[in-house]
């Protein structure tokens, strides 16, 4: 595979069905309801179907056109030896038509697949996930044939990129993140440069005249044909404009939408036990782990007391956190841009800064002289296993919390035969579990870095661990007449507390120096 000609592109239309799993007989006895029955006791191979290409269906935007594939694309395509993976990870395999567990097929609507998943966690959980809802969407690699796609540009303007002859096929992909990467799209962006070069109008050879920009709107439709000229004489008239006469300016872009920097979008909340309470101060019942028995009693004689404890309260008191911004309301009616909808959406980004801060002060912290939860220092990967294996109950749905650094040196771990430690999961939030935990990467912003070369690592059940007490979250916004503003403003009634100390460890790693050899 030549990687510098293959495209990988989504399709959003995958209509994914995950069929309930059948026996061999169920299609024979359907109707049957005493084979039914006893069929309902037996799993048989779980199967997913739908479109991993959707014909004449517009992609988004490639970077200055968009894509539809045409029904004749896949005519003469060897599709023998096709995998279907997931988030193209080939170690992530789901089927394959070689082995007869993937089928392709080419109807009116564009490339119809089923596959039937063998009995592995990857594939089991891509089964659930779709049967979920969680995934719907597929995307497919490729490359294009010789020649094999045109560009054409609608009554629009829009040019339209279309696939005429794919040329190979590699693999169809289910995908967690419905995305376009910009390094799929590098041979498009080729021949669409080619095809501009040859197909937009360049002015004559020795013709001076500048494109024509209104830049001022009166009854006379006044127009600056030598815009550039006149900035380039510093004011000296043109067209009847000088800057005495008209006040000319280079004229402002207007910019009609908000550039969001990309930053670490994560929300720990969504890992604690949240609850709603209706007092600000209260306690919240837990049912503690029950190691007691019960007791052997002599006939007619009293039962006797339960020697265990089976309930503890955890104490909370909300404190009010907030925040306000003024906005005059110039700066409102003047904008392009929906200016106070987006400052709601900063404060709303606010309120999950806190409770991440919170969350992760909680887990790191100390009540007193004591930790919150217990801190273990160890030197490699063994430390890590023994913590999972002893350190915390077996019950626990663990996870893994880590900053980046942490992230990056569990990301290098690799065992005995070269493999790396972290696996790819499609549920993980990070995208990689660590035995079998999900793995939640955080800035090391939040969660520093104490010491460099000591990597801390977070594992726990945290809907176990942490208990969000939640008030009630407001947002209000009003007018200030005396100043013709308007201010906006958040306010959060909460508390973070511990609810089970045993459901999570903290975990500081220093890898011992290799010794070098004599």
């Known amino acids: 595979m030549n990687n510098d000609d293959v495209e990988k592109r989504l399709n959003p239309d995958a209509d994914l069905t995950a069929a309930d799993p059948t026996t061999a007989d169920d299609s024979q006895d359907q109707d049957n309801p005493d084979t039914q029955q006893q069929d309902d006791t037996t799993s048989g191979p779980k199967k997913l179907s739908g479109y991993a290409v959707v014909f004449n269906s517009p992609s988004k935007d490639l970077g200055g056109f968009k894509e539809v594939v045409d029904p004749h694309a896949f005519d003469n395509v060897d599709l023998s030896d096709v995998y279907m993976v997931s988030n193209h990870d080939f170690s992530q395999v789901l089927a394959s038509t070689k082995a007869g567990t993937l089928s392709l097929n080419v109807d009116d609507k564009g490339l119809q697949f089923e596959a039937t998943l063998p009995d592995t966690t990857t594939a089991n959980d891509a089964y659930n996930n779709v049967q ?30 279309t696939i005429k002859q794919v040329k190979s ?18 041979v498009d962006k080729r021949s669409y440069t080619e095809w501009m070069k ?61 550039w969001n920097l990309k930053e670490s979008d994560y929300d720990l909340a969504k890992y604690v036990t949240v609850k709603q309470v209706g007092t600000p101060v209260g306690t919240y019942p837990i049912a503690l782990t029950n190691n007691g028995v019960l007791a052997t009693k002599a006939e007619l004689a009293d039962v006797p007391e339960i020697d265990a404890t089976l309930f503890r309260g955890v ?124 793995v939640i990467v955080i800035s090391n912003k939040v969660l520093p870095t104490d010491k460099a070369g000591t990597y801390r690592i977070i594992i726990g059940d945290f809907a176990q661990a942490i208990f969000l007490a939640q008030k009630n979250e407001v947002n209000t916004q009003w007018e200030r007449f005396d100043s013709y503003s308007q201010g906006l403003a958040v306010v959060i009634r909460n508390d973070y507390e511990v609810v089970d100390p045993d459901a999570a460890r903290i975990v500081d790693i220093t890898p011992v120096a290799a010794t070098p050899k004599a």
Do not use: C
Request: aromatic share 6%.
């Open 132 to 161: 979920a809802g969680n995934l719907s969407a597929m995307s497919f690699t490729f490359n294009a044939a010789p020649d094999g796609d045109t560009f054409t540009k609608d009554d629009s303007g829009q040019v339209i990129r």
């Open 169 to 186: 096929l590699f693999d169809v992909s289910l995908v967690a993140i419905p995305a376009y990467d910009d390094t799929n799209v590098q």
């Open 198 to 258: 040859t197909n937009i109008e360049q002015p004559e050879k020795g013709d001076k005249t500048m494109t024509e920009k209104t830049i001022i709107d009166n009854k006379e439709h006044t127009e600056s044909r030598a815009y550039e000229d006149y900035i380039r004489s510093m004011g000296e008239q043109r067209d009847g404009l000088t800057t005495t006469t008209a006040g000319a300016v280079v004229p402002k872009e207007v910019i009609e939408d908000v």
């Open 315 to 438: 104490d909370y008191k909300v404190a009010t956190r907030a925040g306000k911004i003024y906005l005059s309301n110039e700066l409102v009616e003047d904008s392009e841009v929906d200016i106070v909808a987006e400052v709601k959406n900063q404060l709303k980004k606010l309120v999950q800064n806190t409770d991440n801060s919170n969350i992760i002060s909680v887990l790191t912290g100390k009540t007193g002289t004591n930790d919150n939860f217990k801190h273990i220092t160890g030197t490699g990967l063994d430390d890590i296993k023994q913590t999972f294996n002893i350190e915390l109950d077996p019950a626990l749905s663990l996870s893994v919390i880590v900053n980046q650094d942490a992230f990056n040196y569990l990301d290098t771990l690799k065992d005995s035969e070269g493999r790396y430690l972290l696996q790819p999961s499609i549920t993980a939030p990070s995208g990689k579990q660590l035995f079998g935990a999900p």
